[in-house]
């Protein structure tokens, strides 16, 4: 059984296949080509967190391939409290083709693939969020025509949009910078992850301190909001560490000059970006969040097609 948790797990080459699948289903909407590549299936969609474009996406793909997606919000399942994972997990194998699940513990994820006789995709996990990084790529790959040989630099929280960017960015051959502060980096393992990567590829991946240093010469320049959910009594702390570190006009002046500005959003405007940068010509933030739909379509017809 294939599932969907880490983009560690997957190969370069079945990224890409993604991402070509995604550019030809988006193209196919556009054109009013679509096709029932999932009728008669259904995804069964698990949240623990709230959420505006990870429901919508999904729903809406599903919708579109011709499926059926089921909405299942916290207060329904208490996944762990009222019935134990690996039990929801082989009920819901019973009803539905593949199961999303966005959730607060990554391990609770790994438990629902453990038993689960369908497909299961991470929405959100406190560690990782790949399908943000392949809709990540597929907006970089149309800004630019390829991804290999760029220069991808993020700055801000190493959370877990940050921890999916630069596996995906290394798999696919683009350098990757992160600029953090030094007690919000990265964890060790996601570093030992993406250094691995590298002995097939001849990619840079470096940290800084200084998003200056970070954002030089980059062709995309990415950030997000400095308080996750569920991080909200850490506000005050992180505000007070991340202020220089926000994706404003003086910043943006160190990439190169064709750069875009990406975020994952929500954004929290006038702290992480400011409106200038953001509703400006070199933001890509919309036409990133719209592409949730299509790199998520394209793995839902490679997992349950």
Known sequence: MRHFLDLADWRSSDIMGLLDR???????????????????????????????????????????LGGHAVMLGPDEIQLGQRESITDVAQVLS??????????????????????????????????????????????????????EGLKIAYVGDGNNVAASLMLASVKLGADFAIATPPQYGLPQTVWEKAVAEVTDRPVNIKGYTNPNEAVQDAHVVYTDTWVSMGQESQRDEKLRHFRPYQINEQLLSHARSDAIVMHCLPAHRGEEITDAVMDGPRSAVFQQSENRLHAQKALLVDLMG
Do not use: W
């Open 22 to 64: 995604a550019h030809e289903l988006k193209q196919a909407m556009k054109d009013g080509q679509q096709r029932p590549l999932l009728a008669g299936k259904t995804l069964g969609m698990v949240f623990q967190k709230p959420s505006l474009r990870t429901r919508t996406s999904f729903d809406v793909g599903m919708f579109q």
């Open 94 to 147: 019973g009803y539905v083709d593949g199961i999303m699940a966005r959730v607060f513990q990554h391990g609770h994820l790994l438990q629902l693939a453990a038993k689960a006789t369908v497909p299961v995709i991470n929405g959100l996990s406190d560690d990782r969020h790949p399908c943000q990084a392949l809709a990540d790529m597929l907006t970089v790959y149309e800004a630019f025509g390829q991804i």
